[in-house]
């Protein structure tokens, strides 16, 4: 291990990029915490705010070593006070800088729900002043965390008119992605999946311009049978559900929204017309979740292409459950969706 | 402490604040102007000549010109419906701001928000007004964390009545402007009604200026009919927040003479408290007599000045009913920055005609 690893692993102000793997694999976590540090040595105005993002690191350790490199005034700990976090960051964007608010978990967004989705969200239509603000916090379920730990906030985002809403799966994306919203000129909301934090790696590009743009899906698994359109974690079942199922004969194509403000329904669309079958697949709950527009888009748009009738697998519109037997019976598991794609395969 | 103000003492000896004739007789047009706005919209809503709903702010001019005659043009200002007269003091073009209240395309907002929901953070650094009070309590911290972290000697000032200081925003605002030393005033307007509810009901301390206290900051209790009263201690407040010494608070106290709303008849206001007001604390009136009284103005300078404010009424009036209304093609566009919907010239077909 070089000295320079060895320091980042400590945490003092060495760059993120340091605690990589041997091989230069990044996990999800490290690639976003590389995107911070890389937007923060590119541009003055870029700050980050948030509960102990400061000398603890963050909750999840993603801004550890930080403070160290660019002092406490661009490495902000705040009061736990979110509503004010984000009017903090709203009020500094329009005077020129570009805050990126941190929250524990993006369960604690809907204690500053209003200043969202109210101020933030609404400002730029009503004003024309921009509010380029990145709130960034790690959503989703699968680790065991409870009902207020586990939560999928992006139905109620996406609702929001004038946040763009960001949801990557993987390393690369999550760091492509986050550096684009600290760039955009309007505000956005990017939830990071806890489960995939340090569970998946990848060679992640270290072009301190590499970018992935926000609104474009991309297709994780060419396939010509069935589209299964997902996001976050959800990714990542699909393509296991989708490798076991190639065993079989059956050819899955998986669609990784990224985004799902703008969503991208060209991509959507064109891969349903190739399969002609769709599942789509999401973690928020089925009720009026991400996937209920999606779907809508198919059935609306998308109709001519269909062999059979959309299926949707999402979450029952419970608070998302504790003990195990409960949990895994609330989130979608890869056996559902290998049963599911089946079943609509055979049609 | 909440201090009934010593500048009391200094306004007795120093009655005009060390201001100048001109400025004197500019806080006068100022209170004239917003006077007479306030009562020719309500005639015209009354008359169902005005579309949307008005929030009069009568009987409160003498806190909203004082606190926004103290800033500076580049401090911010993020007040809220109640405070348009606030924002005409800071510098709103009088013919935009009807525009906006006509839904024309001239307005502020391009039509996207009616009535005093309005703002001109370009020209004069003033918030878009929200409903959600005190909703634009946050983002003053955020604007005062700019100019402090930039090093400039800018202002950012917050304004809210008494019925937004029971929510929790107002508390998280003030505790994060003290603990961060920024450069904020917070204004109370205490018109005494939450809409309906009286100050009893809202909050159990005797003033809302003693609350600054619990947030290591200076909080002074003004007279808000007493518009050099207001100024003053605005003034000092500015100055402390410009030079570095961190937030205060100001509650400005007065009566809210109409409803809450244009609907609204204000019954429980009891009448001989607001007709005592009327009489005696309006402070349009008030600041009028004693500018006579140091010979500063006469009959000749009062009537021109109510001519003049007549005459920019009449001007913005017609100015708003030739703007044209926005064209319904463009209701999705300024959504989002790219677009460049609002770094471009709107479109001008939508007719006069609603």
Same mark, same amino acid.
């Given at each position: 291990?070089?000295?320079?690893?060895?320091?980042?692993?400590?945490?003092?102000?060495?760059?993120?990029?340091?605690?990589?793997?041997?091989?230069?694999?990044?996990?999800?976590?490290?690639?976003?915490?590389?995107?911070?540090?890389?937007?923060?040595?590119?541009?003055?105005?870029?700050?980050?705010?948030?509960?102990?993002?400061?000398?603890?690191?963050?909750?999840?350790?993603?801004?550890?070593?930080?403070?160290?490199?660019?002092?406490?005034?661009?490495?902000?700990?705040?009061?736990?006070?979110? /509503?004010?976090?984000?009017?903090?960051?709203?009020?500094?964007?329009?005077?020129?800088?570009?805050?990126?608010?941190?929250?524990?978990?993006?369960?604690?967004?809907?204690?500053?729900?209003?200043?969202?989705?109210?101020?933030?969200?609404?400002?730029?239509?009503?004003?024309?002043?921009?509010?380029?603000?990145?709130?960034?916090?790690?959503?989703?379920?699968?680790?065991?965390?409870?009902?207020?730990?586990?939560?999928?906030?992006?139905?109620?985002?996406?609702?929001?008119?004038?946040?763009?809403?960001?949801?990557?799966?993987?390393?690369?994306?999550?760091?492509?992605?986050?550096?684009?919203?600290?760039?955009?000129?309007?505000?956005?909301?990017?939830?990071?999946?806890?489960?995939?934090?340090?569970?998946?790696? /990848?060679?992640?590009?270290?072009?301190?311009?590499?970018?992935?743009?926000?609104?474009?899906?991309?297709?994780?698994?060419?396939?010509?049978?069935?589209?299964?359109?997902?996001?976050?974690?959800?990714?990542?079942?699909?393509?296991?559900?989708?490798?076991?199922?190639?065993?079989?004969?059956?050819?899955?194509?998986?669609?990784?929204?990224?985004?799902?403000?703008?969503?991208?329904?060209?991509?959507?669309?064109?891969?349903?017309?190739?399969?002609?079958?769709?599942?789509?697949?999401?973690?928020?709950?089925?009720?009026?979740?991400?996937?209920?527009?999606?779907?809508?888009?198919?059935?609306?748009?998308?109709?001519?292409?269909?062999?059979?009738?959309?299926?949707?697998?999402?979450?029952?519109?419970?608070?998302?459950?504790?003990?195990?037997?409960?949990?895994?019976?609330?989130?979608?598991?890869?056996?559902?969706?290998?049963?599911?794609?089946?079943?609509?395969?055979?049609? | 402490?909440?201090?009934?103000?010593?500048?009391?003492?200094?306004?007795?000896?120093?009655?005009?604040?060390?201001?100048?004739?001109?400025?004197?007789?500019?806080?006068?047009?100022?209170?004239?102007?917003?006077?007479?706005?306030?009562?020719?919209?309500?005639?015209?809503?009354?008359?169902?000549?005005?579309?949307?709903?008005?929030?009069?702010?009568?009987?409160?001019?003498?806190?909203?010109?004082?606190?926004?005659?103290?800033?500076?043009?580049?401090?911010?200002?993020?007040?809220?419906?109640?405070?348009?007269?606030?924002?005409?003091?800071?510098?709103?073009?009088?013919?935009?701001?009807?525009?906006?209240?006509?839904?024309?395309?001239?307005?502020?907002?391009?039509?996207?928000?009616?009535?005093?929901?309005?703002?001109?953070?370009?020209?004069?650094?003033?918030?878009?007004?929200?409903?959600?009070?005190?909703?634009?309590?946050?983002?003053?911290?955020?604007?005062?964390?700019?100019?402090?972290?930039?090093?400039?000697?800018?202002?950012?000032?917050?304004?809210?009545?008494?019925?937004?200081?029971?929510?929790?925003?107002?508390?998280?605002?003030?505790?994060?402007?003290?603990?961060?030393?920024?450069?904020?005033?917070?204004?109370?307007?205490?018109?005494?009604?939450?809409?309906?509810?009286?100050?009893?009901?809202?909050?159990?301390?005797?003033?809302?200026?003693?609350?600054?206290?619990?947030?290591?900051?200076?909080?002074?209790?003004?007279?808000?009919?007493?518009?050099?009263?207001?100024?003053?201690?605005?003034?000092?407040?500015?100055?402390?927040?410009?030079?570095?010494?961190?937030?205060?608070?100001?509650?400005?106290?007065?009566?809210?003479?109409?409803?809450?709303?244009?609907?609204?008849?204000?019954?429980?206001?009891?009448?001989?408290?607001?007709?005592?007001?009327?009489?005696?604390?309006?402070?349009?009136?008030?600041?009028?007599?004693?500018?006579?009284?140091?010979?500063?103005?006469?009959?000749?300078?009062?009537?021109?000045?109510?001519?003049?404010?007549?005459?920019?009424?009449?001007?913005?009036?017609?100015?708003?009913?030739?703007?044209?209304?926005?064209?319904?093609?463009?209701?999705?566009?300024?959504?989002?920055?790219?677009?460049?919907?609002?770094?471009?010239?709107?479109?001008?077909?939508?007719?006069?005609?609603?």
């Amino acid at each position: 291990m070089s000295a320079k690893v060895e320091a980042a692993a400590a945490g003092h102000g060495a760059e993120p990029r340091g605690k990589r793997s041997e091989n230069g694999e990044a996990t999800y976590l490290i690639a976003i915490a590389e995107a911070l540090w890389e937007e923060m040595e590119r541009d003055e105005r870029v700050f980050l705010l948030g509960e102990d993002i400061g000398v603890y690191g963050g909750a999840f350790k993603v801004t550890e070593g930080f403070i160290e490199r660019f002092g406490p005034e661009r490495v902000m700990d705040t009061p736990i006070a979110e /509503e004010t976090i984000v009017g903090l960051a709203l009020g500094a964007a329009m005077e020129g800088m570009r805050p990126v608010a941190e929250f524990q978990y993006a369960d604690f967004m809907s204690s500053g729900f209003d200043m969202i989705t109210t101020a933030l969200g609404r400002y730029h239509y009503r004003s024309g002043v921009p509010a380029p603000v990145v709130l960034r916090g790690p959503s989703g379920g699968g680790v065991r965390a409870s009902s207020f730990h586990s939560f999928n906030p992006e139905p109620w985002f996406a609702h929001a008119p004038g946040l763009k809403v960001i949801c990557p799966a993987f390393p690369t994306d999550a760091k492509g992605l986050l550096k684009s919203a600290i760039r955009d000129d309007n505000p956005c909301v990017f939830l990071e999946h806890k489960w995939i934090y340090r569970r998946i790696k /990848e060679v992640v590009p270290e072009d301190p311009d590499f970018l992935v743009p926000i609104g474009e899906a991309d297709v994780k698994r060419e396939g010509t049978d069935v589209s299964v359109i997902a996001y976050g974690m959800m990714v990542h079942h699909a393509l296991e559900a989708a490798e076991a199922l190639a065993r079989d004969g059956i050819d899955v194509e998986v669609v990784d929204l990224r985004s799902i403000v703008p969503l991208d329904t060209e991509t959507i669309l064109s891969s349903v017309a190739k399969t002609s079958r769709a599942v789509v697949l999401y973690e928020s709950h089925r009720f009026l979740g991400v996937g209920a527009e999606v779907t809508a888009v198919i059935a609306q748009e998308g109709f001519e292409s269909l062999d059979a009738p959309i299926v949707r697998i999402a979450p029952p519109n419970v608070p998302v459950p504790f003990s195990p037997t409960l949990e895994d019976a609330y989130l979608p598991q890869v056996a559902d969706i290998e049963d599911a794609i089946r079943e609509l395969s055979a049609w | 402490m909440a201090t009934k103000v010593s500048d009391k003492k200094r306004a007795r000896d120093d009655w005009r604040a060390g201001l100048s004739e001109e400025q004197l007789h500019e806080i006068l047009y100022k209170l004239k102007l917003c006077r007479y706005f306030d009562e020719r919209i309500e005639a015209l809503y009354r008359q169902g000549r005005l579309p949307g709903a008005i929030y009069s702010g009568r009987g409160q001019e003498g806190t909203h010109v004082g606190v926004a005659y103290a800033l500076r043009k580049d401090d911010s200002l993020f007040p809220t419906h109640r405070d348009l007269s606030a924002q005409l003091t800071k510098g709103l073009d009088l013919k935009r701001v009807m525009a906006q209240f006509w839904g024309r395309i001239d307005g502020y907002t391009r039509g996207r928000d009616g009535n005093s929901h309005i703002g001109d953070w370009e020209g004069n650094r003033t918030w878009t007004v929200m409903s959600h009070l005190p909703i634009a309590y946050p983002p003053a911290c955020g604007a005062a964390l700019a100019y402090k972290r930039r090093g400039e000697d800018r202002v950012a000032m917050g304004i809210c009545g008494d019925g937004a200081t029971s929510n929790g925003r107002w508390h998280e605002a003030l505790n994060v402007s003290a603990v961060y030393g920024l450069p904020v005033v917070w204004v109370v307007n205490n018109n005494r009604y939450a809409y309906s509810t009286p100050n009893e009901l809202e909050f159990p301390v005797p003033t809302i200026a003693e609350r600054a206290a619990a947030y290591g900051m200076p909080g002074v209790r003004v007279d808000g009919a007493n518009v050099l009263e207001v100024f003053t201690a605005a003034r000092e407040a500015v100055e402390r927040a410009r030079s570095g010494g961190g937030p205060s608070l100001i509650e400005s106290v007065s009566l809210r003479w109409r409803g809450h709303a244009g609907h609204d008849p204000a019954k429980y206001v009891p009448k001989e408290l607001l007709e005592d007001h009327m009489e005696n604390q309006d402070p349009v009136s008030r600041f009028e007599e004693l500018l006579r009284s140091h010979d500063l103005v006469d009959d000749d300078h009062v009537k021109r000045l109510e001519e003049r404010v007549k005459d920019e009424f009449e001007e913005g009036y017609a100015f708003a009913l030739a703007s044209p209304f926005p064209e319904a093609g463009d209701v999705t566009k300024g959504l989002w920055v790219e677009d460049g919907y609002w770094r471009s010239q709107p479109g001008r077909g939508g007719g006069t005609e609603a």
